[in-house]
């Protein structure tokens, strides 16, 4: 008989799992059956608290909902080993994901791993080679990677007239962190979060450069960490440079001491496409691009720059409801977990060689950063 609802269980009680917590419940194909933490008290707070604004439900086989309590346990261990979870949901710190996400696939549960998934590239390939031995699927927690604004937003790339052949790619990922986040947030842990703001943050922006340029990998990156935290030399601040044998180049910037922006500028030889928040979107009931076909007009003594903006959007929601794009996540995933095929992916790359590539990426700009920012290729 298959199997309806895919049956989660949350490793590790951090921020983000609240998010994905409500993703799971407004899934429909979903429940979360249980959550682990080293303190079980922990556990059961987390539970507490979210079930306070999102209560979990279960489905029968005549779509009632049935209001159901997680199980919390106070060891990652047993939560792997219990037969009431299909699939883990990982959210402990990047040094600590090798271990549980290779434990997970030894134990048959398919994963959904926070990102950067690993402290560098080979652990990352252990993690997902472990994972393609065991049958089970691996996927790291990009949200945008499943709006519907990314299709959409490939369409008016594909303008000829208003595009044209993509050139350059700009992302800026920042927010201003207050005074107490390098005492107390792990990212300002250089054992636990050794790759600061390039794995928070710049991991979104080296996935939005591969997802524009159709998942190529570039030959060459060059980065410099521009400010560190004092503790374990945290990048606090991060500028990098990727270079794509189609003669595309791609920047970023991303940091903890900056205003808050979520900028993405892909660039053709036509026009230009923007959007300012292209991680987690604006709250609306839609999510916006606009695309940009400026011109420059000179006669004699006249000179003209014409400002010519298209608007365009999708109907999505910006967080959680069903159609938002964490929503979409879990329920792609867990749609593929209950048919078992393990391929869902974001266009048509599978979601593993995703992660691995932005991993790869990421190693290659630390190595970049060591050289004083030196170009560092890449194999194809």
């Known amino acids: 008989m298959t199997k309806s609802i895919c049956r989660w269980g949350f490793l590790g009680a951090a921020q983000i799992a609240r998010?994905?917590?409500?993703?799971?419940?407004?899934?429909?194909?979903?429940?979360?059956?249980?959550?682990?933490?080293?303190?079980?008290?922990?556990?059961?707070?987390?539970?507490?608290?979210?079930?306070?604004?999102?209560p979990p439900v279960i489905f029968n086989s005549d779509e009632e909902a049935t209001l159901t309590r997680p199980v919390a346990l106070g060891s990652y261990e047993e939560l792997l080993q219990s037969d009431d979870v299909d699939a883990v949901y990982i959210a402990l710190p990047t040094a600590l994901r090798k271990k549980w996400v290779i434990a997970a696939a030894e134990a048959g549960k398919h994963v959904i791993c926070e990102k950067p998934v690993a402290v560098h590239g080979d652990d990352a390939d252990e993690m997902i080679q472990a994972c393609r031995d065991a049958g089970v699927g691996f996927m790291d927690g990009v949200m945008f990677d499943h709006s519907a604004r990314l299709p959409e937003m490939?369409?008016?790339?594909?303008?000829?007239?208003?595009?044209?052949?993509?050139?350059?790619?700009?992302?800026?990922?920042?927010?201003?962190?207050?005074?107490?986040?390098q005492q107390s947030n792990i990212r300002a842990n250089a054992?636990?979060?050794?790759?600061?703001?390039?794995?928070?943050l710049g991991w979104y922006c080296i996935r939005m450069s591969l997802w524009a340029n159709q998942f190529q990998m570039p030959i060459a990156v060059s980065g410099r960490s521009t400010a560190t935290l004092d503790e374990g030399k945290v990048p606090s601040e991060f500028q990098g440079e990727l270079r794509f044998e189609n003669d595309v180049t791609a920047g970023f910037f991303c940091s903890f001491l900056c205003a808050s922006q979520q900028n993405a500028t892909l660039t053709g030889d036509r026009g230009y496409i923007a959007m300012d928040d292209f991680v987690l979107p604006f709250?609306?009931?839609?999510?916006?691009?606009?695309?940009?076909?400026h011109d420059l007009q000179i006669d004699n003594c006249r000179w003209n720059f014409g400002r010519h903006?298209?608007?365009h959007a999708v109907k999505e929601h910006a967080s959680g409801e069903v159609d938002s794009q964490e929503v979409r996540m879990i329920r792609n995933f867990a749609t593929d977990v209950l048919q078992?095929?393990?391929?869902?992916?974001?266009?048509?790359v599978h979601a593993a060689d995703i992660a691995l590539k932005t991993q790869r990426v990421l190693d290659a700009l630390r190595r970049s950063d060591i050289e004083f920012g030196n170009w560092v290729s890449l194999d194809a």
């Open 19 to 54: 998010k994905n917590w409500k993703a799971v419940r407004m899934s429909g194909n979903s429940v979360v059956a249980a959550v682990a933490s080293r303190d079980i008290e922990r556990a059961e707070s987390f539970i507490h608290d979210c079930s306070m604004e999102c």
């Open 340 to 348: 078992n095929s393990h391929h869902i992916a974001p266009g048509s």
């Open 283 to 293: 709250v609306d009931a839609e999510v916006k691009w606009q695309v940009q076909t």
């Open 191 to 200: 054992e636990l979060e050794p790759h600061g703001c390039l794995g928070d």
């Open 154 to 181: 490939r369409h008016s790339m594909q303008d000829e007239h208003r595009f044209g052949k993509l050139r350059r790619i700009q992302t800026h990922f920042s927010f201003c962190a207050d005074d107490s986040f």
């Open 309 to 311: 903006s298209t608007s």
